[in-house]
């Protein structure tokens, strides 16, 4: 096992791939984290995009709970009482007409003060398949050419609320939840690196750009995410793992290769800062 220690943090954890994602060791209970184990958490999310923890036994309530230690969690209305509101319920059976998260994105990034962390917890999972694609925008970022680079630096995209979140927001129509413009390119306010910050799922366009430049500009930065491959990680879930993912430095999609069978648990999402004071130029 090629465990590491990082230089910021006493938690030890074995690498996903060299320079994204980290697993924790067995012996880690994330409901007995003192203060600075939060802590070390967080700062580890920021140096590596995406922590994976397992054997994580605990109730929705529990995980409410150790989320607000994160800080404020976004609400779900449309729980109905399936789950408390802070929790988005991810699901997907016989039924599902679609699950989700299947396509690239950063979390409800169409929010003022997009999401930090992310914390999805499974509870079941399918016999095989399921897993969560993770790509490292800083890394992405850092595949572009000098001159590409630049030219992002100087641009702002808006970002609208669609899809999924518009169900689980309790809207009725788009237009009653907020839209954001967010710099194209942002830095993470812990370590200071840039990284690419337009995705497929929320970023309706580039504001300094013609229509045709913005749609063309986005769609060669969306394969850049689909295409660096040495950018991308692939978790496999077993029933009570929990994966933390940092939406300042990663986009996801979920592979639902399953259907038929079940996979059911819960996500809580907890707000970030506002971009603009971390963008260098
Ligand atoms: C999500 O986008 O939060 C869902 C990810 C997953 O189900 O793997």
New binding site residues.
Partial sequence: MNTQISQATDLPFVPVSPKFGAELGPDIRLLDLDDNGIEALQQLAAERGVLVVRDQVMTPDEQVGFARRLGELYETPMNRGRAPAEL?V?HADEKSKY???SQW?S?VSSEELPPGL?M?RLEEVPPSGGD?IFADMTQVFESLSEQIQSLLLGLNARHDPRGHYLFVSGAKRMDELPAAVHPVVRTHPRTGRPSLFVNAGFTARIVELSQLESDALLKMLYDQVVYTVEAQIRIHWEPNTVVFWDNRVVQ???SWDYFPAR?HGY?ATIAGEKLAPYLEA
């Fill in positions: 988005i991810i699950v989700a998260g994105h979390d992310s999805l969560t996801h999609r979920a996979r996500r």
